[in-house]
């Protein structure tokens, strides 16, 4: 698989004024042409897509929030997965950085069409350390400037997906690596802000505990705060293989994410 030209930038960086980072490394769409040929037809609705995550928190700019966002698709490299290949959850079933079947276990490659060792090892050192050496230095950045950085990352995912997991998600699903990404106090205004609302559900490190991000990046021995929240498609569209986007089924979610970050990014208490 060929390296990125310059036309098909990997990710769009927005800078704000606050300690505010908001990641959205699995919204991205774009299929570059020579991954597009060896993908199955199947494959090319890109079902596990985050689908509309970057609109549903619009407001970013609203909030002093800086942004990072993937242009490409997950297909190409997880930008979440840690680049060895270790597990995240070990003994529960999940997909890996360079993806070769779906979260259903649907093949994703044609036959024969699979990404080598090699191409993979090519595909880490395009895509995946681009993102990451620039999400580094964003917090570094606003942790020397802010004092402080709150990174937010901010995923979707079909409210069943029997492959990963059993049942049905709440709708907020809030990650900390069990308390360890984060400080107590910013997930006291996290979890008092979510148990004031209604209709929305929500959980604390249940099924998805944050990704490599998240674990990677929360330090707050260092002034780091990372949380990832996954959020059940259901809350805001119709889940079905290609969505579209409906602004007014969202906006109630919408809203509610602005309070949250809101408070997360300390401009008021909850």
């Not at 928190?57 to 680049?83: E, K, M, Q, W």
């Not at 070990?90 to 036959?111: H, I, K, M, N």
């Not at 580094?136 to 029997?162: F, M, N, Y």
Request: charged share 25%.
């Amino acid at each position: 698989m060929s390296s990125p030209r310059q036309s098909e930038p990997l990710f769009e960086h927005v800078p704000g004024d606050g300690p505010l980072l908001i990641s959205f490394p699995h919204s991205g769409t774009y299929v570059p042409p020579d991954l597009a040929a060896r993908l199955r037809p199947a494959a090319l609705d890109l079902p596990d897509t985050d689908w509309f995550v970057p609109q549903l928190y619009d407001f970013f700019r609203d909030l002093g929030a800086s942004i990072i966002r993937a242009t490409h698709t997950r297909y190409v490299v997880d930008l979440n997965r840690p680049p060895d290949g270790a597990p995240l959850y070990p003994g529960q079933r999940e997909t890996a950085v360079c993806p070769t079947e779906s979260f259903d276990g649907d093949a994703l490659y044609r036959d024969g069409a699979k990404p080598t060792s090699a191409e993979i090892a090519e595909r880490l050192h395009s895509y995946w350390h681009p993102y990451h050496n620039k999400l580094a230095a964003l917090t570094q950045e606003l942790v020397q400037r802010r004092g402080t950085c709150v990174l937010w990352d901010a995923h979707s995912i079909l409210s069943k997906v029997p492959g990963l997991f059993d049942g049905r998600l709440p709708d907020l699903n809030v990650g900390t690596a069990d308390g360890r990404s984060c400080s107590p106090a910013l997930l006291d205004r996290i979890v008092a802000t979510l148990s004031a609302q209604k209709p929305f559900s929500f959980v604390v490190d249940g099924r998805f505990k944050g990704g490599y991000i998240t674990r990677h990046y929360g330090n707050p021995a260092a002034r780091i705060d990372a949380v990832q929240l996954e959020i059940a498609q259901r809350a805001y569209l119709v889940e079905t293989r290609t969505p579209a986007f409906d602004a007014a089924r969202a906006r109630p979610l919408n809203r509610l994410l602005r309070d949250l970050l809101d408070a997360v990014a300390g401009r008021h208490s909850a």
